[in-house]
Structure formats: C-alpha cells, structure tokens
Nanobody, 124 residues
Framework: QVQLVASGGGLVQAGGSLRLSCTDSGRTLSRYSRGWFRQAPGKEREFVSAIGWSDDSTYYADFVKGRFTISSDTAKNTVYLQMNNLKPEDTAVYYC?????????????????WGQGTQVTVSS
C-alpha cells in the first residue's frame, strides 16, 4: 500500500516562504507524475502545480506563477513545492498527489493517490 506523506506546512507572515515536501511511504511509486492541490475553508479544492514523470514538464495555476516552484527528486521519490512571496489568500490545506498520467496535468482532477494534507497559514 502506498501513502503520500506531506510535510513542511506552518505559519508564516505575508511575503515569507515555505517549502513543502511529499514522499512515498510503504511501496514507492515509479513513473508517476506528482502534484499539489489546495483547499481553503469554505472553498473547493483547486489545482496548484504538477510535474510530469517523463520529462519534468511543469504546470502551475495562474495564481502561483512566478511565486511557487515545483521540483522532484526521483531518487528519493519526493516532490517539493517551494512557495515564495506568500499571501494570506494562499492559506489552505495543501495536498500532494500522484498519478500515472503524464500530459495535461493541469486538467487532471482525479489523481490516483492523495496525501493527507499539510496546513499552510499566511498571516497578514
């Protein structure tokens, strides 16, 4: 059984930075694209970013472009989300995801695996 374990969330002031990590627990996933979603209180879950397994192609939601960077370490089966210039509206639970799909990842909402989420709170 595979579990995605996310970490790195916390409380930060506006303008600050956090780096989220997500790694496999149990069986490791090979040739899986990785990504991040978030859900703020009272709002629907939304796509944040993804990285394809074959060529490391990256995808970003418009509201994080230029501020967030996704990367992966395939040797460690870990995906990272570097979040800079955080804003109060970035406050949400962030979920890491994994799927065998490799294209149009920003249009994929039914990812195969979901992590437990890590809370990010940005104070103004």
């Amino acid at each position: 059984q595979v579990q995605l374990v996310a970490s790195g969330g916390g409380l930060v002031q506006a303008g600050g930075s956090l780096r989220l990590s997500c790694t496999d627990s149990g069986r490791t996933l090979s040739r899986y694209s990785r990504g991040w979603f978030r859900q703020a209180p009272g709002k629907e879950r939304e796509f944040v970013s993804a990285i394809g397994w074959s060529d490391d192609s990256t995808y970003y939601a418009d509201f994080v472009k230029g501020r967030f960077t996704i990367s992966s370490d395939t040797a460690k089966n870990t995906v990272y989300l570097q979040m800079n210039n955080l804003k109060p509206e970035d406050t949400a639970v962030y979920y890491c995801v994994a799927d065998q799909a490799n294209w149009y990842l920003d249009r994929l909402y039914e990812w195969e695996y979901w992590g437990q989420g890590t809370q990010v709170t940005v104070s103004s």
